[in-house]
């Protein structure tokens, strides 16, 4: 991290002082999407301004896979499991087991 603050600036001339954000990369060396809403994916945005510092956090996106795609999938899944006879039927002649009450 270098940094390079300028002492000249006053801020309470309005100014705009320095500015340190933090940036978070991903193995590829690109940017972790995050929800600044400037766009620029922040993770923390200090500025030094007329009205002393200004810190601002940002959350990071995390994908989620579509809500329709998993539904369709365990549906699949649970019509598949319902067709197929089960294994014990078939080893008894095809009849289903007793079931008696207590």
């Known amino acids: 991290m270098t940094t390079n603050p300028d002492t000249t600036i006053d801020p309470t001339t309005g100014q705009t ?19 600044d809403p400037s766009g620029n994916d ?7 301004g007329p009205g002393g510092v200004t810190v601002n956090q940002f959350a990071i996106v995390t994908p989620e896979p579509p809500t329709l ?12 499991g319902m067709t197929r006879k089960p294994r014990f039927w078939v080893r008894r002649g095809g009849t289903p087991p007793r079931v008696e009450r207590l």
């Open 42 to 48: 922040f993770l923390a945005d200090a500025e030094i």
């Open 17 to 35: 002082g320095d500015e340190f954000v933090l940036v978070l990369f991903n193995g590829s060396g690109n940017e972790v999407a995050t929800t």
């Open 69 to 80: 795609l998993l539904l369709c999938c365990g549906l699949a899944a649970l019509g598949l």
